[in-house]
């Protein structure tokens, strides 16, 4: 299946959601007591998890958006079709800076972001629009020898 053949059908949008939502219940973050968990589907259409990973040295705490890109990247995916962010806030929990690039990595600018808290999904943003003008892969195409 290509990525442009995957649709994001309400199926897939329940099966993301579920994934990611399951997957925050296994958050490690003692520190923040901030629980997030995320899910991204490749090209295939299998869906990856990840939660937030926090350690007593806060600065190498991991994202829950690393985390379901790492596992992706494990399992032979390379290309992220669409993603969701499972986090509980009074506004909508969107990717950290460096996780915005950490996917975009992976996604071009058109890919699903699907931002959702305990009970339903709140928005989606586009890559584009959580990343406007990013810096990606391509920009390593043309090399200065
Ligand atoms: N966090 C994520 O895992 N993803 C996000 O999109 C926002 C923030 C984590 C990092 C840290 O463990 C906790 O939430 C508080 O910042």
Do not use: W
């Not at 290509?2 to 990611?20: C, G, H, I, K």
């Not at 958050?27 to 997030?36: E, G, K, M, T």
């Not at 990840?50 to 991991?62: D, K, S, T």
């Not at 009970?119 to 586009?126: C, F, G, L």
Request: charged share 20%; aromatic share 4%.
């Amino acid at each position: 299946m290509s990525p442009d053949e995957l649709e994001l059908s309400s199926a897939n949008v329940q099966a993301l959601y579920l994934a990611a939502s399951e997957v925050r219940e296994r958050a490690y973050a003692p520190y923040s007591n901030f629980h997030v968990g995320a899910a991204v589907m490749d090209e295939t259409g299998r869906i990856h998890v990840g939660c937030n990973v926090e350690n007593a040295a806060y600065p190498i705490g991991q994202c829950a958006e690393a985390s379901a890109i790492a596992a992706m990247v494990a399992a032979g995916g390379r290309q992220v079709v669409a993603a969701m962010v499972v986090g509980e806030a009074d506004d909508t929990v969107t990717p950290c800076g460096g996780c915005r690039q950490r996917l975009r990595e992976f996604a071009n600018d058109d890919v699903p972001v699907l931002l959702a808290d305990a009970k339903r999904v709140r928005e989606v943003m586009s890559i584009g629009e959580l990343l406007p003008r990013s810096f990606g892969p391509d920009h390593l195409k043309h090399q200065h020898l």
